[in-house]
């Protein structure tokens, strides 16, 4: 017998304290066992995200005929998305993501589901709230110059946040405000869904924005064929479906006077003609 070799403890005597126990000998091959570990995403390389970005630029560009506006919705794009971002990786979600999706938007993308309804609301107001903050320098320059496209340019980045919070599925006032109408009941997140989603794609086609009215359509189309839409996390309790729609309300005031307050200035400090000046950029009331 060679010295490396470790014998069996005897079968007709009591086990020592330095003999390997029977159940920690069966467990010790599962402890070697290589662990799954969940297969991460690959980022978006750098040359489609200079890509990416350069086709949103150049499509705000063509829609709003204005360098200084393209570059501010654009500017708001990106600061909305922060919020999502920064949201997610306080709430866990991370690390987060941003994407430029050409002709539609941006999208922030966390790593991991939201841990309740509750982190998923605060996700999805995060990017609104926070993309306010984008308007800031627009309005610094359009006061201090008196150049209305820059007062223009802080208006759509609050628009940008604004829209966003319709409850319009796959904006975010969906998952902000739809959790809330699921606590009440569960078919009526879909009815008001659906019947704000076929009001925005008709706002969409009779302004002119067919892209933005598609790919509405086409998400309202996606989420009526699907079934119980809130299976994975469940719903709020009521205190929650309370602060939800609380936060939610508080948003949407926050993005309309914002709205309204850059245009103030265009129409010398009279804020019913700055909303009927802003309805007329979004193509309503003309």
């Known amino acids: 017998m060679s010295k490396t070799d ?14 390997i126990k029977p159940e920690a000998a069966g467990a010790r091959p599962a402890q070697t066992e290589a662990v799954a570990e969940e297969p991460v995403e690959k980022d978006q390389s750098l040359v489609w995200s200079v890509l990416s970005t350069a086709l949103m630029a150049g499509f705000l560009w063509w829609v709003t005929g204005s360098v200084i506006v393209a570059g501010a919705v654009l500017i708001g794009l990106f600061v909305h998305e922060a919020g999502h971002a920064l949201a997610m990786n306080r709430l866990g979600m991370g690390p987060a993501r941003i994407y430029i999706i050409p002709f539609l938007g941006g999208l922030a993308k966390g790593r991991r ?6 982190d998923g609301v605060l996700v999805s107001l995060a990017g609104p709230a926070f993309g306010l903050l984008a308007m800031i320098p627009f309005v610094a320059v359009g006061m201090a110059t008196g ?6 340019g802080a208006f759509f980045i609050a628009m940008l946040n604004l829209v966003n919070l319709v409850p319009a599925p796959p904006l975010d006032g969906s998952k902000a405000l739809g959790p809330v109408l699921t606590r009440v009941h569960p078919r009526l997140e879909q009815i008001v869904l659906l019947v704000i989603g076929v009001a925005v794609v008709w706002w969409g086609l009779s302004t002119g924005r067919f892209i933005l009215a598609a790919f509405l359509a086409l998400s309202v189309f996606s989420h009526l064929k ?3 839409w809130r ?4 719903t709020l309790s009521w205190p929650e479906a309370g602060r939800s729609l609380g936060l939610y309300l508080l948003t949407l005031a926050l993005c309309a006077a914002a709205a309204v307050g850059a245009l103030t200035p265009l129409t010398e400090g009279d804020p019913a003609g700055a909303v009927r000046l802003g309805l007329n950029y979004l193509g309503i009331g003309r």
């Open 231 to 234: 299976a994975a996390w469940g």
């Open 113 to 118: 589901a939201p841990r309740s309804e509750w």
């Open 226 to 228: 699907r079934g119980v």
């Open 147 to 152: 150049q209305g496209e820059w007062l223009a």
């Open 6 to 19: 470790t014998p069996a403890p005897a079968p007709d005597r009591p086990l020592g304290p330095w003999d």
